[in-house]
């Protein structure tokens, strides 16, 4: 989607090695959340940023930790892979709650831990 | 935690015909939007409605909002083929964090 990237698009990984995602965003927007979607369970917010340095837990945040050092960079890690975070996960960016057009997501990338 | 919940949760019809999907949430809101995902692909935002609002209309989307029932709905109407998809209503809460909680949604196959 325009104006918002994420790498790598797929990835495969071991149980135990560390993994971090990276969305990127052109908006100069200044929310910018990870979540996660599962068959059954929908899209899950992992952690959400509302400027640099400052970011927060979503609902499913254990095995994950974030990191925004600029405001058009925020970094997923998971620090030590599991067979359970094998998923897809997106990217999402906001001017703010009054952002009368939502969310713009990313394109996804999809995790698999072996 | 506060979820939409998405009602059905598969949907089949013709093409020219309605789709009515339906959202329950469970806290107070300021806001619950409606997302579209094709297929192996990111959701697009398709219509936001506010609180003070009871009803949107965006082309051939109708949004309903009832927050004494805490629920909404999205009509599809003269659907086509290329509105198959899955349709998820996210729902923020009054806690000034600007987050949305999606719902599991609904698959929507629209026959041609």
Redesign the interface.
């Known amino acids: 989607d325009a104006g918002i990237t994420q790498s790598p698009r797929h990835k495969v990984t071991e149980t135990g090695t560390p993994v971090t995602l990276r969305c990127h965003q052109t908006e100069n927007h200044r929310y910018m959340y990870w979540y996660r979607q599962d068959p059954g369970h929908g899209l899950r917010l992992i952690h959400y940023s509302y400027g640099v340095k400052d970011t927060d837990k979503g609902e499913v945040s254990d095995g994950y930790s974030v990191s925004r050092s600029k405001t058009e960079d925020f970094l997923l890690t998971l620090e030590s892979a599991t067979s359970s975070q094998t998923s897809v996960y997106f990217c999402a960016i906001s001017g703010g709650t009054g952002d009368y057009y939502g969310y713009t997501f990313g394109s996804g990338t999809r995790l698999t831990v072996v | 935690?506060q979820?939409g919940e998405e009602d059905p949760q598969a949907l089949s019809i013709q093409e020219g015909e309605n789709a009515t999907m339906n959202c329950s949430y469970k806290t107070s809101i300021?806001?619950l939007?409606w997302?579209r995902q094709n297929s192996g692909?990111?959701?697009?935002?398709l219509i936001?409605i506010r609180s003070n609002e009871r009803e949107k209309h965006s082309g051939r989307l109708r949004v309903t909002l009832d927050t004494s029932k805490k629920s909404s709905s999205l009509l599809i109407t003269a659907s086509r083929a290329a509105d198959t998809a899955s349709y998820?209503c996210?729902t923020?809460d009054t806690s000034?964090?600007?987050?949305?909680?999606?719902?599991?949604?609904t698959r929507l196959k629209v026959l041609a």
């Not at chain 2, 000034?96 to 949604?105: C, D, N, R, S």
């Open positions: 935690s979820q300021n806001n939007q997302y692909r990111g959701l697009v935002h936001l998820f996210a923020d000034g964090t600007y987050k949305y909680i999606f719902g599991t949604g």
